[in-house]
């Protein structure tokens, strides 16, 4: 795919943001047509795409949109496999974002594709509250009790096997993550922290719910070091490495 203008390491140019979704389009048609077995994508950035008066959130949401399908994002990595029921929002539209319908719907969607990518037979997902202690039986917020909650039971009685809302300052402590397969954390920042720090430098981001398999970095794009030959390309090796491995698995 051609640029429309020469580019410039670690310089944004908004005339090539259509440049970044006629790749992704690209790709996404070879997908879907069975060119291709698998999605890798590097670090976007957002903003550019943005200044060129693009309406954009992330590869997650356009990945989404463009292929109608109900997705999650979740990253591997450091032993831990952590989703995430909201993704690239601002901390204070969380709560609003968070309803019982959605939340079964990525909890039937994580289910799935931990069946159906992972191969694993039976899933144990366990749910982080929202709140401190997990609303503290309403003192510190209802949101748990009023919405996570109930979803929990929906997914249940779905036959998923969903555990929590559990407080997520207790949640990744090894004893209780023993046997999950899985974490349900309800924003961005909540869950990814920790699944960084253990996975160091080697997350990888797998889109689920899609009809083919996504994977990507866990980093952004280091403007900052651009072009200077620093970079650590471990979290795109690693990329690379499960989406053959996930692709292979799901072919034989």
């Known amino acids: 795919m051609p640029l429309a203008r020469p580019r410039q390491a670690g310089r ?4 090539n943001a259509r440049y970044v979704l006629a790749l992704l389009d690209r790709a996404i048609a070879g997908c879907l047509s069975g060119e291709y077995q698998a999605m890798v994508t590097a670090p976007v950035q957002k903003s550019v795409i943005n200044d060129a008066g693009i309406a954009f959130t992330g590869h997650t ?8 399908a109900g997705v999650v994002m979740m990253l591997v990595g450091g032993g831990l496999r952590v989703a995430l029921a909201t993704t690239h929002l601002p901390l204070a539209e969380v709560p609003r974002a968070l309803n019982r319908p959605s939340l079964l719907s990525v909890l ?9 990518k992972f191969h694993v037979a039976k899933p ?24 996570i909650a109930p979803a929990i039971a929906d997914a249940v009685a779905a036959g998923i096997d969903a555990r929590g809302p559990i407080p997520a300052d207790t949640l990744f402590v090894p004893e209780r993550l023993k046997g999950a397969d899985a974490v349900l954390a309800m924003y961005h920042d909540q869950g990814l922290p920790v699944l960084k720090y253990a996975s160091f430098g080697r997350g990888v981001n797998v889109t689920l719910g899609l009809p083919f398999v996504r994977t990507s970095v866990d980093h952004g794009t280091a403007l900052d070091i651009a072009g200077k030959g620093q970079a650590d390309a471990t979290s795109l090796v690693e990329a690379i490495k499960l ?3 996930l692709a292979h698995s799901n072919r034989t």
Do not use: F, M, Q, W
């Not at 944004?12 to 005339?15: I, N």
């Not at 949401?61 to 109608?68: K, Q, S, T």
């Open 61 to 68: 949401e356009y990945l989404a949109e463009r292929c109608r």
């Open 108 to 116: 039937r969607i994580l289910d799935a594709d931990l069946r159906k």
């Open 124 to 147: 144990r997902i366990l749910v982080a509250g929202l709140n401190p202690h997990s609303g503290e039986s309403g003192h510190l917020g209802t949101e748990d009790s009023a919405v």
């Open 243 to 245: 989406a053959i491995e």
């Open 12 to 15: 944004l140019d908004p005339g």
